[in-house]
Antibody, heavy 121, light 106 residues
């Protein structure tokens, strides 16, 4: 079955960077976009961006432009999200999710289990 | 950016009852609206996409309707698993945006 498994929780200091991984399995990796969505404590969902695993093309929400980089490794079917210049406002659970039902539909299913990123001095 | 407003913020119902959730868009999104359910401590799960299509494995008690700016998610008979937070999302334009959520509680 389709699975997305994310890396573990991170604690970072303000100004640092964090890199979260999302290991995919159970489908053709290059055939579906992967998205990143975050959720601050007790808050709603916020789209961060997407990556096309086939081409490596990316699109980021303007809010994160210049601070976020999404990459992929086709040999390990893993997608990465790197977020720099962290502030306390970046404290959130970060989710990866695959496109559903086709390659770039901009609906998200299934999702990874989430990675807690905490930014604290 | 398209703003999605969900109402009510909280819906208090009993198992077996019917739930009706609303999502209003700040401008037309055509039929490009979806719904997700998020149980406590879990990732969201897609229920409905393109306004009225059920995602894989979603039971028939979930249905979506609407177009342009007004959309509804209906759950015909609430089961214990359905007491959760529901989010709508649009894919009509960038950035992709979500509503603030409706909590369905017992």
């Amino acid at each position: 079955q389709v699975q997305l498994v994310q890396s573990g929780a991170e604690v970072k200091k303000p100004g640092a960077s964090v890199k979260v991984s999302c290991k995919t399995s159970g489908y053709t990796f290059i055939a579906y976009y992967v998205y990143w969505v975050r959720q601050a404590p007790g808050q709603g969902l916020e789209w961060v961006g997407w990556i096309n695993p086939n081409s490596g093309d990316t699109k980021y929400a303007q809010k994160f432009q210049g601070r976020v980089t999404m990459t992929r490794d086709t040999s390990t079917t893993t997608v990465y999200m790197d977020l720099s210049s962290l502030t306390s406002d970046d404290t959130a659970v970060y989710y990866c999710a695959r496109s559903f039902p086709y390659s770039s539909s901009n609906w998200f299913d299934p999702w990874g289990q989430g990675t807690q990123v905490t930014v604290s001095s | 950016e398209i703003v999605l407003t969900q109402s009510p913020a909280t819906l208090s119902l009993s198992p077996g009852e019917r739930a009706t959730l609303s999502c209003r868009a700040s401008q037309s999104v055509g039929s490009y609206l979806g719904w997700y359910r998020q149980k406590p401590g879990q990732a969201p799960r897609l229920l409905i996409y393109d306004a009225s299509n059920r995602a894989t494995g979603i039971p028939a008690r979930f249905s979506g309707s609407g177009s342009a700016t007004d959309f509804t998610l209906t759950i015909t008979s609430l089961e214990p698993d359905d007491f959760a937070v529901y989010y709508c999302q649009q894919r009509y334009s960038w950035p992709l945006t979500f509503g603030g959520g409706t909590r369905v509680e017992i």
